[in-house]
């Protein structure tokens, strides 16, 4: 009784029910109909037959008067499956035709008879007499009417078989009815209770994960139907969940680490400085390199906090149409007095003017680490140390590239470069924080394209993928911006 009550608490199954009320009362006014319409198609019938017969009979008694009539009244009579014909006086006696009693009054009002009625043909007066012999009894529709010499012509017809074809419909509607209300409620119980099975295993699922399973999915039963839509739907926004949480855990565990040792540095600084007799000059040393130390913090927390709003899918930053060839030629112009003094030959090629819609700032952002850390790491390699940035459209996506011919990173060591004071450096000669393309990777993803990245034999080639519809062109515009000399 409690599964019974519990099925008939599920949507679904009071979604049934009034399917199935709509469905009983659709099909018990289709019985009635059907009943009905029947019933009014018989009668309709009998009243023409009986008009077909007195017809004839008008015909016969315009032919030969009353004697022939008699003789027709008498042979149609005896013809087997006959209509019910009686000839009377003017007192109700019967005189002539095939029908020995009827019931009283039928011969009273002339004209159609307002409702059936009971008679006995000849041979069935004993019959009638029993209670028992039911089917002694009769029932029959007919028309009245007199002669001008007061002579009661009745002509009727006998209405066992219509009666007998009318309860055998209807009994087959209602047979009909039952067996599929009896189907619709099974169909209901079953679909109420697979609905209730499917609902209870979302639930015990959802409890494992409110209880600290963040590992456990919904259950998908592969069917394609709105459940598993939304356990689908759900099941994507649970592991964006454990992304964001597990990135998280991550990014405390590396500030953590990543900043131990910058905020050591600083107290051992100011340690330092007030620890004995110190200058003027000291002070102010200590306190500007407490500064730039402070400055860098400052950037580091920054970035994070970009990286994290950015990853969540949020940012205040403004979009609009932007020109990607102007980000890369501030880019360029920005990087090439670093690029000359650290000997490194960086160079941009693009490929005409191309717009999308974006955030300006963001996109420069993520591009200039890029450019930065080629520069950074393709200078002092073993040969010419060169960077080139290089615009270029196609179908379906436009690729902005940065080349270098530096150490290159290795393909198992690709993946881990995007995640936040992540360096492949072990020595940390290099100045950064690590988030440099962490950034870069939160940028593309905000505006729905990707970080690629390849190699550039030697060196490594970094490609933001952004998408877009616009035909390719051909290179319109090229320069370059080299060092002067080394």
């Known amino acids: 009784m409690a599964r019974l009550l519990s099925i008939l608490n599920t949507t679904a199954a009071r ?19 059907m009943t009905s319409l029947s019933a009014r198609m018989l009668v309709g019938q009998t009243h023409e037959a009986i008009n077909e017969e007195v017809r004839g009979l008008d015909r016969a008694y315009r032919r030969g008067g ?11 009579a005896r013809q087997p499956g006959a209509n019910l014909y009686l000839l009377a006086d003017a007192n109700g006696r019967i005189l002539s035709g095939n029908v020995e009693s009827l019931q009283p009054g039928v011969l009273d009002v002339m004209g159609w008879t307002e409702r059936p009625f009971t008679y006995s043909r000849f041979g069935e007066g004993e019959a009638r007499l029993d209670p028992r012999a039911r089917e002694a009894e009769h029932k029959a529709m007919a028309v009245v009417f007199r002669l001008p010499n007061q002579i009661i012509v009745m002509v009727g017809r006998d209405l066992g078989e219509p009666e007998k ?14 067996i599929m209300c009896a189907g619709a409620l099974l169909i209901w119980y079953f679909v109420g209770r697979r609905a209730l099975k499917r ?24 069917a394609g139907d709105e459940f598993d839509r939304l356990s689908d739907n759900l099941n994507k926004m649970l592991d964006r969940i454990a992304a964001l949480n597990e990135g998280l855990r991550e990014v405390s565990d590396n500030i953590a680490h990543d900043l131990k040792t910058p905020l050591t540095r600083l107290r051992n600084r100011a340690e330092a400085a007030l620890a004995g007799k110190q200058k003027t000059a000291d002070y102010r040393a200590a306190l500007e390199r407490t500064i730039a130390e402070s400055d860098q913090l400052i950037r580091t927390f920054n970035a994070i906090l970009m990286i994290s709003r950015l990853e969540a899918g949020y940012s205040a930053e403004a979009t609009s149409t932007i020109d990607l060839r102007a980000i890369l030629a501030d880019v360029v112009e920005l990087y090439e007095p670093l690029a000359e003094e650290q000997g490194v030959a960086l160079e941009a090629e693009i490929d005409g003017a191309v717009t999308l819609q974006g955030n300006r700032e963001l996109i420069g952002q993520a591009l200039s680490n890029i450019v930065d850390n080629a520069i950074k790491y393709s200078a002092g390699s073993g040969e010419t140390p060169a960077v080139q940035v290089s615009l270029e459209t196609a179908a379906s996506e436009i690729r902005l590239t940065v080349r270098d011919n530096g150490p290159g990173v290795p393909d198992a060591d690709r993946r881990r470069v995007t995640e936040r004071f992540v360096r492949l450096e072990e020595s940390r000669t290099q100045p950064g924080s690590g988030l440099g393309l962490s950034l870069a990777k939160a940028v593309m993803t905000f505006h729905g394209g990707r970080l690629e990245f390849a190699d550039n034999e030697p060196g490594l080639a970094v490609t933001m993928v952004f998408p877009a519809e616009a035909p390719k062109r051909k290179v319109e515009t090229v320069f370059r911006k080299r060092e002067a000399s080394d």
Request: charged content about 20%.
């Open 15 to 33: 979604l049934s029910a009034l399917y199935l009320i709509l469905f009983a009362v659709c099909a018990t006014f289709l019985v009635i109909y």
């Open 165 to 178: 074809f009318r309860n055998v419909m209807q009994r087959a509607l209602v047979v009909t009815l039952a």
């Open 199 to 222: 609902i209870d295993r979302v639930s015990e699922a959802s409890r494992s994960i409110m209880g600290g399973d963040l590992n456990r999915r919904l259950p998908v039963s592969g």
């Open 66 to 76: 009353l004697p022939f009539l008699v003789r027709v009244i008498e042979s149609r």
